[in-house]
């Protein structure tokens, strides 16, 4: 009962997630903002909400040093899985496609771009990893005003080079259009926002419940099983959108996706952590924090030669595979 409970979680937040983003796609687009503003503040939130909302909600409903460990576990993993697990899909992706693609193996993001979202993960990043070794609130709260201030700096330089608003014929349909012949009316943009926003609300309460159970049941620690499952559940299905759009060679929204998602990790999330929690990172989570660095530093290298070869790949697959046998087994 407690796997299909945290199956039902997974695709709660899962479809929660797509539909919200939806929604406020259409709300960008119905407010005419730029296609950058719309990714960089409506998307992003939409994109980012599950794992802004596991800790939160780990917070309140389990509370103590349980909800701590999750709330902590979900912060540090998304970033992990992202540096690591994210690009070395992307890699594989290039080359897997590369008889369809016109670029082939070559993989040509938007470098620029790229550039400015991993130089931010990996200066503001760092930041958590080093409050987590033990440091007072005040500063904590200090560390908290300046990341925030940091992703809406970063948010604003990416909205003022966003372009014009995207046509109405490149965006899905609205899933709670029912006409499908005319364009959806605020009504029905708003009841999909709120519909979708309860899924992921729901989808948390229940996947932080059950890894409680599988946690005690199996003697695992709270903080490695979510270290591993909350990005899982709440990444892994996302980015597989970059998989998608590297296979019709749009290779710079596919990297967009993985690197202004770090950006928000590094920030936002952890702003929430280091002041509702201790914010005190043990040996798994600074090992899972590093290797999350790691990729991100090795993304930052290898973009600009437009190939993601054979020795950034195994490199991306050693530091997930090394840190997720240390989670499991250290």
């Not at 958590?128 to 609130?137: D, E, F, R, S, V």
């Amino acid at each position: 009962m407690t796997a299909l409970l945290l199956l039902v979680a997974f695709v709660l937040i899962v479809l929660g997630a797509i539909g919200f983003t939806n929604a406020v796609e259409w709300l960008g687009h119905k407010l005419n903002l730029g296609a950058g503003a719309v990714g960089a503040l409506l998307a992003a939130v939409g994109t980012a909400l599950p794992e802004s909302l596991i800790p939160i909600v780990a917070l309140i409903s389990t509370g103590g040093e349980e909800g701590e460990q999750i709330a902590i576990g979900a912060i540090i993993g998304a970033p992990f899985l992202l540096g690591t697990l994210a690009m070395l899909l992307v890699a594989i992706s290039t080359h897997g496609f590369s008889r369809r693609r016109d670029q082939d193996e070559r993989l040509q993001p938007d470098v620029p771009t790229v550039r400015r979202d991993l130089r931010a993960f990996l200066v503001l990043f760092p930041i958590a990893i080093l409050l987590g070794l033990g440091t007072p609130l005040w500063l904590r709260i200090v560390a908290a005003v300046l990341l925030v201030g940091g992703y809406v700096a970063y948010a604003i330089r990416t909205a003022k080079a966003g372009g014009d608003a995207g046509a109405e014929d490149e965006l899905s349909p609205l899933y709670f259009d029912t006409s499908r012949g005319d364009p959806p009316n605020v009504a029905q943009i708003v009841l999909q926002f709120v519909v979708s926003l309860g899924a992921i609300i729901a989808g948390a309460e229940l996947f932080v419940h059950e890894i409680e159970t599988v946690a005690k049941s199996l003697g695992v620690s709270i903080l490695v099983l979510s270290l591993v499952l909350a990005p899982l559940a709440t990444e892994l299905p996302e980015k597989l959108n970059s998989v998608l759009w590297v296979r019709e060679g749009k290779d710079a929204l596919a990297m967009g996706n993985i690197t202004g998602a770090m950006t928000f990790q590094a920030t936002i999330p952890v702003a929430i952590g280091i002041v509702l929690t201790d914010w005190e990172l043990d040996r798994y989570a600074i090992v899972a924090a590093l290797a999350g660095v790691a990729g991100g530093l090795i993304a930052l290298v290898v973009v600009p030669r437009e190939r993601f070869g054979l020795l950034p790949s195994l490199a991306w697959g050693a530091l997930f595979t090394g840190a997720l046998i240390f989670l499991l087994l250290g």
